[in-house]
Nanobody, 113 residues
Framework: QVQLVESGGGLVQAGGSLRLSCAAS????????IGWYRQAPGRQRELVAI???????VYAGSAKGRFTISRDNAENTVYLQMNSLKSDDTATYYC???????WGRGTQVTVSS
């Protein structure tokens, strides 16, 4: 089993930055990669970025050039650095172990315009 715990959300003004963290524990060797997803009220959950075990990354179009996903293997933590935040980035952000049923509980990001 894998446990994922997000942190780092908060309230920020448009144009500001936040860094989200996803701490993984449990049977982490089984994880193929970690993805960040987000869900705004009334909208479907959508992919933000993924980092695979080999280091490859994938970004949604809305995240390219503004967000950076990275990881610290020693700490079993994946980060999402978010810059130039917009009001459209307001959502609950979740981390997810790829190809597994494991999700974190989410962290709220609110961007004020």
């Amino acid at each position: 089993q894998v446990q994922l715990v997000e942190s780092g959300g908060g309230l920020v003004q448009a144009g500001g930055s936040l860094r989200l963290s996803c701490a993984a524990s449990g049977i982490t060797f089984s994880i193929e990669g970690i993805g960040w997803y987000r869900q705004a009220p009334g909208r479907q959950r959508e992919l933000v970025a993924i980092i695979f075990n080999g280091g490859n990354t994938v970004y949604a179009g809305s995240a390219k050039g503004r967000f950076t996903i990275s990881r610290d293997n020693a700490e079993n933590t994946v980060y999402l650095q978010m810059n130039s935040l917009k009001s459209d980035d307001t959502a609950t952000y979740y981390c997810h172990a790829i190809n597994s049923p494991y999700w974190g509980r989410g962290t709220q990001v609110t961007v004020s315009s």
